[in-house]
């Protein structure tokens, strides 16, 4: 169904509402109509949306919203259309090309962007502004919490359920992976606003579990049986002290990544940076060399 309007609003599950030339609409195989502005596959709204500055009650009611809408912030952003529309189309509302402009509205529930979308047209003498704006670092948030990060996938010598010896090496890395170590990538949007993210662990510092910290900046050398006595060449350590002088005749050990995550805005401008962190852990037994008199 088309359906024809000077100032429009459209209310749908997601933003579904366009504006087209209507030279446009008949190239795609759509219907004619008199009026250059249409609105594609949306019907008119029992009762027109609020005028930039009105209050929340001049709201529309949005068909297909849903429960988990209500209560949230209603966010609406303004731009300047773009090409305008021709001087004699409804959309000026009487008004002249040059008198003011014609405007984008575009408003949705911010907790929920995937949700309803109410977008229409209209004339203003100023550009409205957005309210409130939208802010990119809680859109790139989004993103990291699509990404599934984890701690790190522990290796360790001496492995867990083995045993090691006081003085031995020990290497200590992690299996790289998307959600282990990085890097890994995902993008989420609010309105207009899309933004990319990529998330890389920086460091992982290890609590040894004797009282000793080390921090690596590598993922770390796993262990082979090639390399004998020799100590990790990026992230090692050494017990002085058996597992037994703990109470649980263990030593835990807690391997703790930091997440760097670089996000831009799509199509350029805006860029930041975020953090997260991440733990896992084992426990390990080390224990004195036995002499034999």
Request: aromatic letters at 8%; proline letters at 10%; charged letters at 15%.
């Amino acid at each position: 169904m088309l359906s024809r309007w000077g100032p429009f609003a459209a209310s749908l599950p997601t933003v579904a509402a366009l504006a087209f030339p209507a030279a446009s609409l008949a190239a795609s195989g759509g219907e004619p109509c008199d009026d250059p502005f249409v609105c594609v596959g949306a019907e008119t709204p029992a009762e027109p949306p609020r005028q930039p500055g009105g209050s929340s009650d001049d709201r529309p009611e949005e068909s297909g919203s849903t429960g988990s809408d209500q209560g949230n912030s209603w966010v609406c952003t303004y731009s300047k259309m773009d090409p305008q529309p021709p001087g004699g189309s409804s959309v000026w509302e009487g008004h002249k090309p040059g008198d003011g402009a014609v405007y984008v509205e575009r408003c949705f529930y911010e907790d929920n962007p995937a949700g309803t979308t109410v977008i229409r047209i209209f004339w203003s003498q100023e550009q409205p502004a957005a309210e409130p704006a939208i802010d990119p670092a809680i859109v790139a948030q989004r993103a990291v919490d699509k990404m599934r990060l984890r701690g790190p996938a522990i290796g360790i010598t001496p492995k867990p359920g083995g045993r090691g010896v006081v003085g031995m090496p020990v290497y200590m890395w992690t299996t790289t992976g998307a959600e282990t170590y990085g890097p890994n990538t995902a993008t989420a949007s609010a309105g207009p606003v899309s933004v990319s993210a990529t998330a890389r662990v920086s460091r992982i510092v290890w609590r040894m579990g004797d009282g000793a910290t080390v921090t690596c900046t590598t993922s770390g050398t796993p262990y082979t049986a090639s390399y004998g006595k020799k100590p990790s060449p990026d992230c090692g350590h050494r017990y002085s002290v058996p597992s037994s002088t703990t109470p649980s005749g263990r030593f835990h050990v807690t391997a703790t990544s930091t997440w760097t995550i670089d996000w831009q805005v799509t199509g350029g401008g805006q860029t930041g940076q975020l953090t997260e962190i991440r733990d896992s852990a084992v426990d390990i037994t080390v224990a004195e060399v036995q002499v034999l008199n």
